[in-house]
């Protein structure tokens, strides 16, 4: 015996009140049971009113009928339906709406009654006296067919329809699937029969319109009545008119035909059937018919808005990012295909890390600094130090698939595996790695090196043995050597690192080995370059050769700025179902990269490079503290200023997209440099970004440590002091102090006592010089 079907819920009356249902005839009843009525008497009776050729004519018998019907699995099942995903900031702005089928599923509460009965009373006006097959309905289209001579007209219920529109859901994006499910095969039908009659004993009609009602295409990649009410009218579905519900419900027959955008007349004439539909079935007044048959048509159409091209204030990048981490992260499923499963189904609330107000102050920077038409781009990363939150991600071009109008889906913030480029050479700006692993490692800040202005890379110890410096035959060895004839040592620490000075540097590491820089930079994050490619111990790395991304600099300076503390990056802080619950995100997992005195002398480090050094020129309006280091790369091709306040860490990258640009002799942003420095190209996109995100926050100290200034060795070209004259109580030995420098970072004369920018430089395409082809030289340019 057939289990017992669900008692349907009546539909309401006119005006609301119930309506009463009538005694269903024998022949009602055959549709609830039409498998125990006999397929074999039925099949052909049931087949010709279903727009199908003749079962004779196709030599198919009622045996082969019953057979095929009974062949038809029990385990129907209806998939998830996709839906639309938002993606939020995190004070709960909007970033963008992404799907695969733009979708909201509603409950039956939450639909407009006017919808609910305008689509049953065009589409099934039985729907709630009939069974599976409305069998009524076959014999008036057989008989309109017969009349016709044609079999144009069906007798599909509504609950059949659904069968069918869950089959084209199960088919996605397979083409050939879709036009499978669409198809009007008798094998199909047969199976939709079933189908149909199997949901009938499982779900009330209520259930089985509701469903309908969110799985039915509307045309314009709007599916169901919500995303429907949306697209045309620009409002919840619950809020419908007559007019308007019946506007939709008249589509479904034909999307294309009825597109109230492209053929609003046709749209209309059809909106006016359904409303005497509505009409005849009491569902509404004969008033309420009138003046929704007068009522212009009244769109108010919204464009579809989907996926990360149409998020706004520069935002599309950092959605990208986050499609990535959702497809990439295992958190999100245990292999690519669930996790892909997971983002295309959608109909999630994701709530991320970004924060708008820091958003728009990078985005604006780096586009009022450089322009989306100059042969440069800058991208700029803001993460909270101690937390790995991502605060913003902007860069000069926009979010787009168009070149010519300088738009890319290139996020040059992130590494190539996240949807990034190759990253970009850094310069200067990782020699505080170095400085950590070194002052880590017991040595003292105070600690000199000879530092003469050119010198061979001495041989080193890496993890795994020896780099040594051994050229090729008739080549000389690997060198490296500082921007500025002047610069010539003893130096110490504080003031190497504020000039930049890439001799200092060669010699710390050539202390304390290449392997402990290797570990340090691991502990920061860095274990491969941007593109992927393997970690290298090659004496260059100091100076900056490995390709990095500025989300992973900006990790590392927030790192400094947390005194030692380490997270890893992270894009979200919250996912929901459309039901509300939530979806397990990464957390960040932090640990302590080195101690907290090391991370004091390094602030203190860094905090002299922006007030003696390079940086100098780069402080905040509000005068408060920060630090941070500059960098340039070889022959200019990118530039670096990545610096920090105890609560916001910032990298800026400058150069060519793709780094083949020389930034020399050119024009960004509407002014012309000679030469780009780390200083005077992304540092003002740095301050400018900093000033507008910190504008109104409280200052705060940065934690540092008592390092002593190094006395300044005398200068040799300075005019020996007079001789007092006797009784001068103040005599001035020494005579005057050397000038100083130029602090924006261009190269300059003076010794060790000015401040001017480091570096060095090699014969061009060479990175590294004579050394690059052996592993010595390296690309770090001036500071």
């Known amino acids: 015996m057939a289990p017992k079907r669900p008692q349907a819920s009546q539909p309401p009356g006119n005006n609301g009140a119930p309506r009463g249902r009538r005694r269903e005839s024998p022949l009602d009843y055959a549709g609830h049971g039409v498998k125990f009525l006999g397929v074999s008497v039925l099949s052909g009776v ?21 057979e095929s019907f009974d062949s038809v699995p029990d385990d129907f099942k209806t998939p998830p339906l996709t839906q639309a995903t938002q993606i939020f900031d995190a004070k709960g702005g909007l970033i963008a709406k992404v799907y695969e089928r733009d979708r909201t599923v509603l409950t039956a509460d939450q639909m407009s009654p006017f919808m609910r009965h305008a689509q049953v009373d065009i589409e099934d006006a039985r729907f709630y006296e009939h069974g599976a097959v409305d069998l009524k309905g076959v014999l008036r289209a057989i008989s309109k067919n017969a009349e016709s001579g044609t079999t144009a007209q069906g007798a599909s219920t509504l609950t059949q329809q659904y069968v069918k529109n869950v089959n084209v859901e199960k088919a996605g994006d397979d083409q050939a699937a879709v036009l499978e499910a669409q198809r009007k095969t008798l094998g199909r039908k047969i199976q939709e029969l079933k189908v149909a009659i199997k949901l009938e004993e499982d779900l009330t009609k209520d259930q089985i319109l509701t469903n309908y009602l969110n799985i039915t295409f509307y045309g314009h990649q709007a599916y169901g009545v919500e995303a429907a009410s949306q697209r045309y009218f620009s409002k919840s579905n619950k809020d419908l008119t007559v007019a308007e519900a019946a506007t939709l419900a008249g589509m479904v027959q034909n999307p294309s035909s009825y597109d109230p955008v492209r053929y609003p007349d046709n749209t209309v004439k059809r909106r006016n059937v359904v409303i005497d539909k509505m009409l005849e079935n009491k569902h509404i007044t004969a008033d309420q018919a009138k003046e929704a048959k007068a009522a212009p048509l009244g769109l108010k159409y919204k464009d579809p808005q989907n996926g990360c091209i149409t998020a706004q204030a520069g935002m599309g990048f950092f959605c990208d990012y986050v499609r990535h981490v959702i497809k990439q992260d295992p958190v999100f499923g245990k292999n690519a295909a669930d996790r892909k499963k997971l983002w295309d189904t959608g109909g999630l609330n994701i709530y991320t890390t970004l924060d708008p107000d820091k958003q728009a102050a990078a985005q604006n920077a780096v586009t009022k600094k450089v322009f989306a038409t100059d042969p440069v781009s800058a991208a700029a990363t803001m993460m909270e130090p101690g937390s790995g939150k991502i605060l913003a991600m902007a860069q000069t071009r926009a979010y787009g698939l168009d070149p010519n109008k300088n738009q890319t889906v290139v996020n040059l913030n992130v590494d190539s595996s996240m949807g990034g480029g190759n990253g970009f050479q850094t310069g200067s700006t990782f020699k505080p790695i170095l400085a950590a692993a070194a002052l880590e490692s017991g040595m003292s800040p105070t600690q000199a090196f000879p530092s003469e202005n050119k010198i061979d890379y001495p041989n080193m110890s890496t993890c795994s043995g020896t780099w040594k410096n051994i050229p090729k035959p008739g080549e000389p060895k690997a060198t490296v050597k500082n921007e500025s004839t002047g610069e010539v040592g003893p130096y110490e620490l504080k003031q190497a690192m504020a000039l930049s000075v890439n001799t200092y540097f060669v010699e710390m590491e050539q202390q304390i080995g290449l392997c402990a820089i290797k570990q340090m930079a691991n502990k920061l994050g860095i274990s491969q370059s941007a593109k992927g490619d393997a970690f290298t111990e090659v004496p260059s790395m100091v100076l900056g050769s490995l390709e990095l991304s500025p989300l992973t600099m900006a990790n590392v300076y927030a790192t400094f700025a947390a005194r030692g503390k380490y997270c890893t990056p992270i894009a979200i802080n919250k996912i929901t179902t459309v039901d509300g619950k939530e979806v397990k995100v990464p957390q960040s997992q932090c640990s302590q ?124 070209n300075a005019t020996a002091p007079a001789v007092p004259p006797a009784g001068d109580p103040n005599p001035q030995p020494g005579g005057n102090p050397p000038p100083p420098g130029n602090p924006g970072g261009n190269p300059g004369g003076g010794n060790n006592g000015g401040m001017i920018g480091g570096g060095f430089t090699f014969p061009p395409g060479v990175i590294g010089g004579n050394g690059g082809k052996h592993g010595g030289g390296g690309n770090g340019g001036n500071g």
């Open 593 to 716: 990269a080195f101690s907290e005195s090391t991370a004091d002398a390094l602030n203190t480090v860094l905090l002299n490079v922006t007030e003696k050094g390079t940086a100098a020129a780069l402080g905040l309006d509000d005068g408060r503290k920060i630090a941070g280091k500059t960098g340039t790369t070889d022959e200019k091709k990118a530039a670096w200023f990545s610096g920090y306040t105890p609560s916001l860490a910032t990298s800026v990258w400058l150069g060519g997209p793709a780094g083949g640009v020389k930034m020399k002799n050119i024009t960004i942003g509407g002014k012309h440099f000679d030469e780009v420095f780390g200083a005077d190209g992304p540092g003002p996109i740095w301050q400018m970004a900093m000033n507008q995100a910190l504008k109104g926050t409280p200052l705060e100290p940065i934690q540092t440590m008592n390092i002593p200034d190094p006395q300044p060795k005398p200068d040799p």
């Open 46 to 66: 049931l087949l010709a009113g279903l727009a199908l050729p003749a079962v004779g004519a196709i030599g198919l018998t009622a045996k082969d009928t019953a």
